[in-house]
């Protein structure tokens, strides 16, 4: 799925969103995370990966749904990783079946962006 950022400037601190970023999006019916290839609006170029560790998609014809656990990760076009919002998760009202869950996610996004195989 491709979708351009549509606020204003965002700093994430790794990285800073910009109006009109170009995101091209992975989602996955089968696994506890979903990728966005982030692309600069005005060179094209690829900024990184914001990774968003969450219950696995609901894909339909005209809709995805996914439900965010708050647990984030960002990975740059150079291969940083920098783990976000991590409070967040700690504080959230989840099962122990859903933290193993979200902590396998994100070991694997983790392991997939020491390879390069993030979706672009």
């Given at each position: 799925?491709?979708?351009?950022?549509?606020?204003?400037?965002?700093?994430?601190?790794?990285?800073?969103?910009?109006?009109?970023?170009?995101?091209?999006?992975?989602?996955?019916?089968?696994?506890?995370?979903?990728?966005?290839?982030?692309?600069?609006?005005?060179?094209?170029?690829?900024?990184?990966?914001?990774?968003?560790?969450?219950?696995?998609?609901?894909?339909?014809?005209?809709?995805?749904?996914?439900?965010?656990?708050?647990l984030d990760v960002w990975v740059?076009?150079?291969?940083?990783?920098?783990?976000?919002?991590?409070d967040e998760f700690m504080a959230?009202?989840?099962?122990?079946?859903?933290?193993?869950?979200?902590?396998?996610?994100?070991?694997?996004?983790?392991?997939?962006?020491?390879?390069?195989?993030l979706p672009v």
């Open positions: 799925m491709e979708a351009f950022f549509d606020r204003p400037r965002f700093d994430l601190g790794p990285v800073v969103f910009e109006h009109g970023d170009r995101f091209v999006e992975t989602f996955y019916e089968d696994r506890w995370y979903n990728v966005f290839a982030v692309y600069d609006r005005e060179t094209e170029q690829l900024k990184g990966w914001y990774c968003n560790v969450c219950r696995p998609a609901a894909v339909a014809e005209r809709a995805v749904r996914c439900e965010d656990l708050a740059s076009a150079s291969g940083q990783s920098t783990i976000l919002d991590e959230s009202p989840l099962s122990e079946e859903e933290r193993r869950e979200a902590r396998s996610a994100l070991e694997e996004i983790l392991r997939l962006a020491s390879r390069e195989k």
